[in-house]
């Protein structure tokens, strides 16, 4: 069985924002990079939740006077996330990823002090689970 760490996509490479981000700076790195969700990190480094194009739309239905002009001025720790995407530790299972990947499209992935290391994309885990059905010549319906 795989290590989560051959799943792994390094931070280096993942879009993600500090949690004092702006709204404005999370809807233009939404849109640019064509992404529904975003990770944030803390001053420290530490996973501190998942933005999502939902929470962003509902701060913005929900706050009189917020127009896109002014989105600079709300800091993305002022935005409820509704929907809460667990991380796994480096060192977690591949049935950790899996259970987690059915709710989320990333699973982000922290180290034993709770620093923001990487995404496993949900993409990455159906393809190693369709290339073990494949291998041992199973079929899905």
């Given at each position: 069985m795989k290590?989560?760490?051959f799943f792994l996509i390094?931070?280096?490479d993942v879009i993600f924002l500090k949690k004092n981000a702006t709204m404005r700076q999370a809807l233009e790195r939404m849109e640019?990079?064509?992404y529904a969700a975003i990770p944030l990190v803390d001053s420290k480094g530490h996973y501190a939740g998942t933005v999502t194009e939902g929470d962003l739309l509902w701060k913005?239905?929900?706050t009189p006077d917020l127009t896109f002009?002014?989105?600079e001025k709300i800091h993305l720790d002022e935005i409820e996330?509704?929907?809460q995407n667990a991380a796994v530790s480096i060192n977690a299972q591949i049935n950790d990823l899996i259970s987690r990947a059915i709710q989320q499209n990333f699973v982000p992935v922290i180290d034993d002090q709770g620093i923001f290391i990487g995404i496993v994309r949900?993409?990455?885990?159906?393809?190693?689970?369709?290339?073990?059905?494949n291998e041992n010549?199973?079929?899905i319906i």
């Open positions: 290590n989560i760490a390094p931070k280096k640019y990079h064509g913005l239905k929900n002009s002014n989105t996330q509704r929907t949900r993409r990455e885990i159906i393809e190693y689970c369709a290339k073990l059905l010549n199973l079929r």
